[in-house]
């Protein structure tokens, strides 16, 4: 089973498959990958469900993320892991992305809205 989740500028691509324990890895085609309690170090409410439903199943899944910061990657990556389980239809979710992205900056402006002072005279 395979499903991309994504977030802001974070791209996560999952692969679940059955296994006799259940194991999560994160980036490990890179050359120092991590534990995911260690790659996601303060984001536990969003992947401690994930690991009890991955748990029950006993499914072994192999995260490949990339971009954004921290919080949008594990945001990203289980909404992928929902995805996942969604298409194998070992559980429902109702799924949406979060859209919210960073506005652009316009030419004139110091920041997306952020205009220079107004001088009357």
Known sequence: MYAIGKRKCAIARVWLSESNKPQVTVN???DSFLPLEEYFQHNEEWIEPILDV???????????????????QAEASTLAIKRALV?????SFKLTRDARIKERRKYGLKKA???PQYSKR
């Not at 298409?87 to 559980?91: E, Q, R």
């Open 54 to 72: 991955l748990s029950v199943r006993s499914l072994k899944c192999e995260i490949q993320v990339k971009g954004g910061g921290l919080n949008a």
């Open 87 to 91: 298409s194998a239809k070992l559980a």
């Open 113 to 115: 809205r952020k205009a």
């Open 28 to 30: 490990k085609n890179k």
